[in-house]
């Protein structure tokens, strides 16, 4: 019996604890930004930045250097003066990096890592 009442005097000071501290929702739910703007939390990040290279020059790149870049097969090293070299220097800061990003899978498998990330940009006589 005092049992039944401590345990009752100790449930009636957590109810009124409880009710006296007023909670906001969005305080535990996690899915309100500082702007209001509400976000599932399952939401999968945004994409990479790519504003410092195209699609467009991607396509570029491969058609004008696939025949230096590609893993395998015979290659031709692009002159300085190509149009391989002219399109390379065509990217925002010489981002070959930005425009290997771009590639699918699929394409990867396709290209040299090392001779797109890296040769390009000196066999076109510019810095890494």
């Keep these: ?6 345990a ?3 449930l009636f000071l957590l109810i009124a604890c409880f009710a006296a501290v007023p909670l906001l929702p ?3 739910a996690n899915d309100v930004q500082p702007n209001g703007k509400k976000v599932h939390p399952l939401d999968p990040p945004p994409p990479p930045s790519t504003k ?3 699609h467009a020059q ?3 790149i491969l058609h004008e250097c696939g ?3 590609k893993e395998h097969g015979p290659i ?8 391989c070299c002219n399109v390379v220097r065509n990217v925002p800061n010489h981002g070959m990096v930005c425009i290997y990003n771009l590639l699918t899978t699929s394409e990867k498998n396709m290209y040299n890592p090392r001779r797109f990330k890296f040769s ?3 066999l076109c006589g510019l810095q890494c």
Aim: hydrophobic residues 45%; proline residues 6%.
């Design 26 to 28: 969005a305080a535990f």
């Design 1 to 6: 019996m005092v049992f039944a009442k401590v």
């Design 8 to 10: 009752g005097g100790v």
């Design 67 to 69: 025949g230096y870049i």
């Design 58 to 60: 991607k396509v570029e």
């Design 76 to 83: 031709t090293i692009p002159m300085n003066d190509s149009p």
């Design 52 to 54: 410092d290279c195209t």
């Design 120 to 122: 390009l940009r000196n």
